[in-house]
């Protein structure tokens, strides 16, 4: 019923079908987090020279019980426009945070940070709070913005990044 519905609003099968899969990702998404269907995977930064291991970014994964493998550009623009990107940005900055301590105490740790998160007041106290919690320097944090970071609650975003360098996240 929800696809011809759909189809007889839009009028193209193409655009019912990408709206249907937006639909049911949205509700997967849902139930993900408390699911445990989100996993962090780890892309190792390496010295090119001498071959030494120098951190690495961390990026998340979504194996959905329901849809399978959804892929990041799919999920997190949905879990932006309904605001359960803070919740995952939480569970990838802890998780980061936890597998780094097993790392080599120089290397650091990337994390994507989402526009909303940033907007957020007290960010950087829960970036503090995680990083003590696993007994990190700061300085083994990485914090990586997109260029759309500051669009919205510009003043609420600079004042979190003046407290995450003050902090010395890089």
Known sequence: WFETKLLSLVGDEA???RLHRAHAVENALRSALSEREFEVVYQPQIDMESGNFLGAEALI????????LVPPDEFIP?????????????????EACRAATGWRADATVSI?????????RGFARLVDQTLKSHGLTAQRLV????????????????????????????
């Open 15 to 17: 655009q019912a079908e």
């Open 61 to 68: 994964r979504w194996h959905s019980a329901k849809l399978g």
């Open 78 to 94: 949905l879990a932006e426009s309904n605001g359960s990107i803070v919740a995952l940005g939480r569970f990838v900055l802890e």
């Open 112 to 120: 994507n940070v989402s526009p909303i998160q940033l907007g957020t």
């Open 143 to 170: 914090v990586e913005l997109t260029e759309t970071a500051m669009v919205e609650n510009r003043e609420t975003c600079l004042d979190e990044l003046s407290a995450l360098r003050a902090m010395g996240v890089q």
